[in-house]
């Protein structure tokens, strides 16, 4: 059994959990991070990329809109290049309460907020696809980010402060001697041995999956509501400023332009288990009917793709309400210490992508408490590994760093514009033989054909530089095609229809995978 | 708008192999015949392997008895409207096209009686009943040792995986790469291709090869051995190395894929019939039960292409012939027919199973016993448009497009030698 010691054990690689690990090793902490699957594979990877402004808050939130402005600002310079600042817009369209927006603007000015309004005119000229028929606009510093970039940024920064970080590690007992946790024992997933990690403290930021690391630790009544929503990639920048209606938050009422696509979300579902990836059909239809109310035509462009993610939503055990939306979106740092007499543990869990460093400061501030050593957090002043120069990410820049190289490097996903040095990098990097984990990593596979010409590429890749035998090459390659499948298929009509016979064709009728050696 | 009326024995919708057939048939029997279409069809995508049928479900050895059992067991099948006589006769057709055509030497070889099971790119072993000779060596019956050769600058061929999946069959493969020092890191196969038909460039080619090759070894490379005359390389290579050659299909851009379309875009010129590109059709008219002519894109004004009679070969749910909107809702979107097969109101269309079945897979136009659409009398529709198939699992697309192309052809081709066209 391999043992490690740490200060800090984080359970969960979200954007919280590697801002924890993050914050933590700036402020000179050993750090352990270890998560179940891969990277961001939970709630944090499943979200439509809004960086809020908080304007979305100003009204029914207050105190939210005043943390997501604030956050906003400083993640703009230490994670610039995760952040493409697009702006966004609060419009009200026809179906929307025209009093609304009056008390938005009355709670933007008080939070914060910067907000400007703009004629329907203006915003028309610069987002000609709008509903013709808005009747206000109010310019936001909304953005986007790629969240992605952003786990990676804060993992590896830890790293190169000593932090390790276990991806495909599962917790499967949290130990306590007397009233102490005193660390966890985890599974390596890919080669089934144990690892033993003691710890003086140990974080659970698992996130929606928070209430089952606290059971392991014998904490009662850590209750996390997972509140799934959909949200469904379209197949172009059907704007570029981010669009959000002047209304009361709801379902279906933001469209955020990200990388390629833009990204219409949410709905809103209680749901009883976060593995719960079911899209039901009718959400599909009202989320495409949404789309065509902020963007008339919305239903004949080209839908990507379609995903859930579980928000977390600390349940407050006063209110038993299953309407979700209406439990606290703030976040809850629990120091189990003063809540249940449990030294070495605390629980992060709610809370949005926006306030991510929000909260992990705070936890690692309470981590400090139970150290008994006070070590100020830098994470606000701290750029993050590749966001040195402050410079925003801007969409061109795959494309122009592409084009310096049109000549020497091969292109293995055309849609993502993925280099075959970089996805060897990547495969030799991380070691990992999942396409999967190398998609999101590299964003392979995501673009409109899903795959289609870049998966047999990359696989063939994998396969010479790896050295895995043709079996495991296989289940790689077949595994990607279904959980490709998985978010392709519940919004499959028009022209992606199109696009997946062709990949239907190549795969099973070019290659003919489906009859592979056994 | 100017309109420019064109008067025709019949009109072929579609470019793809279906349809260019069907043209070619018509215009041998002496039509006056013309082909529409918005553009190249599935040719240049596809192996143009004829796969008639390679899985029902398991793996078919002999497709002629596999074919009679498909047919008594689904009548709603496109094979059992076209008949294995049809079949049969349609594959005679395109191996005596093929050799009468302008590849010099290029042949297609196979029959009903047993599927060929040559390799794909990812090492598979795909059945076939007729193939092009450049890949026929690939045989696995024939096979027992091979060399898979590729090169970094194709990233659409990794010998490697083929390899590695041809030695689990039990075939004694190994993988070799060469760099072929092309002067970008980019190349398909169409570009690769164009070197091979270059003598000298092959000669430097095989020198190289031939260092890195085992006694009794067959060569096996990507399909790209020549675009003008691929029976001259391979015969060339051959001689070279001293050994089978053989070809690999792989992604699209397919280069045998385009030496089949010139091929029988060649077959429908020098009968007599024409293609025009380009033309994708923006309105039909009707007149009672009959279709009067359709309206195609041109240059300046669009263009009426009249007929007595009409092929739809304009493909399916991959080309955009037939559409599935964003309220799930199936059109035939060239000629507005009724399509029969769709999963019934509030019925799912797709199953999570990536590669079980999806329930719109036999989706396609209505048609008759005669592949006469159901709701216009004087339209036969081809191809990938006809229901009850699921082509890419069954691998019996390029099968069903060749037959049921020549079967429609000889169902016109029967009416018009009622009225003043002699069959």
Redo the contacts between chains.
């Keep these: 059994v391999v043992a490690l010691s740490t200060d800090v054990l984080v359970i969960g690689g979200g954007a919280t959990g590697a801002g924890v690990a993050w914050d933590a090793a700036l402020r000179g902490l050993d750090v352990v991070l270890v998560d179940r699957r891969d990277l961001a594979e939970g709630t944090s990877g499943r979200f439509h990329g809004l960086l809020h402004s908080g304007g979305r808050y100003a009204v029914k939130d207050p105190r939210a809109a005043e943390e997501c402005i604030a956050e906003n600002r400083i993640l703009r310079r230490v994670a610039a290049d995760c952040i493409e600042d697009t702006g966004g817009f609060f419009v009200t369209t026809p179906y929307d309460d025209p009093e609304y927006a009056d008390r938005f603007a009355r709670g933007c000015a008080d939070t914060g907020v910067d907000c400007e309004e703009i004629s329907a005119a203006t915003a028309l000229r610069e987002e000609p696809r709008l509903h013709p028929g808005i009747s206000r606009a109010f310019r936001v510093p909304d953005a986007n980010i790629d969240v992605w970039k952003t786990v990676w940024a804060l993992s590896h920064g830890a790293q190169q402060r000593g932090a390790r970080i276990l991806p495909y590690h599962e917790i499967t007992a949290v130990h306590r001697e007397g009233d102490e946790v005193t660390g966890a024992r985890a599974r390596d997933a890919r080669t089934g041995e144990d690892i033993e990690i003691s710890a003086r403290v140990t974080v659970n930021a698992a996130g929606a999956w928070a209430g089952r690391v606290a059971d392991l630790a014998g904490i009662e009544g850590v209750r996390v509501l997972p509140g799934r929503g959909i949200m469904i990639a379209m197949n172009h920048r059907l704007v570029n400023t981010v669009i959000n209606r002047c209304q009361m938050p709801t379902d279906g009422d933001i469209l955020v332009p990200i990388r390629t696509v833009s990204v219409i979300g949410t709905t809103d579902q209680h749901t009883e288990d976060p593995d719960d990836h079911t899209v039901d059909q009718h959400e599909v239809d009202q989320m495409l009917d949404d789309g065509e109310k902020l963007v008339p035509g919305f239903r004949s462009a080209r839908a990507l793709r379609v995903w859930t993610g579980v928000r977390p939503l600390f349940e407050d055990a006063k209110e038993s309400d299953t309407e979700t939306r209406d439990v606290t979106r703030a976040h809850a740092l629990l120091d189990h210490q003063q809540r249940d007499g449990v030294r070495g543990f605390v629980t992060i869990t709610g809370g949005k992508l926006t306030t991510f460093r929000l909260m992990a400061q705070e936890t690692v501030d309470a981590v400090c408490r139970h150290l008994g050593d006070s070590r100020p957090c830098s994470t606000d002043s701290e750029p993050l590994p590749g966001s040195e120069s402050g410079q925003s990410y801007h969409l061109g820049e795959r494309l122009a760093r592409k084009e310096a190289h049109l000549a020497d490097e091969q292109v293995i996903c055309e849609c993502e514009l993925v280099g075959r040095t970089t996805l060897q990098e990547t495969i030799t990097r991380t070691g990992s033989t999942n396409l999967d984990d190398i998609r999101r990593q590299l964003r392979l596979g995501m673009g409109p054909c899903q795959g289609g010409f870049c998966i047999y590429r990359a696989t063939g890749i994998l396969h010479e530089l790896d050295g895995i035998s043709a079996p495991d090459a296989d289940a790689s390659l077949l595994s990607f095609l279904q959980e490709r499948w998985k978010g392709v298929w519940p919004v499959l009509y028009g022209d992606q229809l199109r696009q997946a016979r062709l990949d239907d064709w190549i795969f099973q009728g070019v290659l003919d995978v489906e009859h592979l050696p056994k | 708008m100017r309109r420019r009326e064109l008067h025709f024995d019949a009109v072929v919708i579609g470019a793809g192999t279906a349809g260019l057939v069907a043209g070619a048939r018509l215009a041998q029997v002496g039509a006056k015949v013309c082909v529409v279409a918005k553009g190249i069809g599935?040719t240049h995508?596809?192996?143009a392997t004829i796969?008639v049928l390679g899985?029902a479900p398991d793996?078919v050895t002999e497709p002629a008895a596999a074919l009679e059992r498909l047919i008594a067991e689904r009548p709603d099948h496109p094979y059992a409207l076209i008949g294995i006589d049809a079949v049969a006769s349609s594959l005679e057709w395109l191996r005596q096209t093929v050799a009468a055509g302008p590849l010099p030497g290029y042949a297609y070889v196979g029959d009903l009686a047993a599927n060929l099971l040559t390799p794909?790119?990812?090492?598979?072993?795909?059945p076939s009943a007729m193939v092009p000779e450049t890949m026929a060596a690939g045989d696995s019956g024939r096979l027992r040792r091979v060399c898979i050769v590729g090169t970094?600058?194709l990233?659409?061929?990794?010998p490697?995986?083929c390899a590695?999946?041809?030695?689990?069959?039990g075939i004694d493969a190994r993988a070799v790469s060469l760099d072929l020092k092309l002067?970008?890191?980019?190349m398909n196969a169409l570009g690769i291709a164009r070197r091979f038909d270059d003598a000298t460039w092959r000669a430097q080619f095989c020198a190289e090869l031939s260092l890195a090759l085992r006694a009794e070894e067959h060569v096996g490379l990507p399909a790209m051995l020549g675009i003008r005359d691929p029976h001259g390389v391979v015969t060339d290579l051959e001689q070279r190395l001293g050994r089978r050659v053989f070809e690999i299909?792989?992604?699209?851009p397919s280069v045998p894929g385009m030496r089949l379309y010139e091929i029988l875009r060649a077959a429908l010129r020098a009968a007599g019939g024409r293609l025009v590109l380009g033309a994708g059709v923006v309105s039909a008219a009707r007149e009672g039960g009959r279709l009067t002519s359709v309206s195609a894109q041109a240059a300046g004004a669009d263009a009426v292409y009249v007929a007595p009679w009409f092929v739809l070969a304009a493909g399916?749910?991959?080309?955009?012939a037939i559409?599935?909107?964003?309220?799930?809702a199936s059109h035939d979107r060239v000629l507005g027919l009724a399509l029969r097969g769709l999963p019934g109101d509030g019925e799912p269309?797709?199953?999570?199973?990536?590669?079980a079945e999806?329930p719109l897979s036999r989706a396609g136009i209505a048609v008759d016993g005669e592949q006469r659409a159901e709701d216009v009398d004087n339209v036969l529709v081809a191809g990938a448009a006809l229901p009850g198939a699921v082509?890419?699992?069954e691998?019996s697309?390029e099968g069903i497009a060749l037959a049921s192309g020549f079967k429609a052809a000889a169902v016109v081709a029967h009416e018009l030698s009622g009225s003043e066209v002699a069959a």
Excluded at chain 2, 164 to 169: S, V
Excluded at chain 2, 316 to 320: A, E, L, N, V
């Design positions: 599935s995508l596809a192996p796969d899985y793996r794909s790119a990812v090492g598979a072993l795909r970094p600058a990233r659409d061929f990794h490697q995986l590695a999946n041809l030695q689990l069959a002067e970008r890191a980019d299909p792989t992604l699209p399916s749910y991959s080309s955009g559409e599935l909107d964003s309220r799930w269309r797709f199953t999570r199973d990536y590669l999806q082509p890419w699992r691998h697309g």
